[in-house]
């Protein structure tokens, strides 16, 4: 959805970062949207983890065909995922259930959001170390646009200051410079990994 094409690039955020910023979007988008991602997210958590184990008491009805029951539990369990993602004290004391993945695959479920990739590329990087004349020349024209794009745009936004502009174009251009960080890091990537690679050699 048009609403998770600017996001930010993510660099330093923490997996519970991540979800929470698609979580406080993806109700924004549509009237019932966070009553059906965690009614979806009560569902996973449930199926997967048992009774025993469960570190989240999340209010279930006892009888899931009352429509009603189920709704007045809905809420008690979006003011239960709201504080995990608010309060860190609360989340530290769930970590070991990861809450936050539950919550991600409800988001993708409803919205196709590609949540659960970004997480996986966080967890398990694929990403290949840039070492050749052609990677290096390929990182270069990608850093180049993306800081050319990046400083561009604070060009337009600084312009008479950031309060005449819209917290759409302050997440544009929030994204646009995380993005342009994340090339740089990989261009110190890059270089570490030589340099480590010369001390281990020696």
Known sequence: MKIFSKRPSFHGYSSG???????????????????????????????????????????????????????ECNKKNIKVIDDFFADNAVRSKHFRDNLEIFVARA????????????LKQKLFPEEIIPHTEDQLDELLVETNSSYTEAVNECVRIFRNGLTDDSEEELEILESKLLSAREMLDKNVGAIEHELTRRKTKN
């Open 17 to 71: 970062s991540i979800v929470s910023w698609y979580y406080d979007r993806a109700w924004n988008t549509m009237n019932g949207a966070k009553r059906a991602i965690v009614a979806r997210a009560v569902d996973l958590y449930t199926a997967e983890i048992s009774e025993a184990h469960r570190t989240v008491k999340f209010n279930l009805p006892d009888d899931p065909d009352d429509g009603d029951e189920f709704l």
């Open 107 to 118: 988001i993708d479920e409803i919205f196709d959001a590609g949540i659960c990739e970004i």
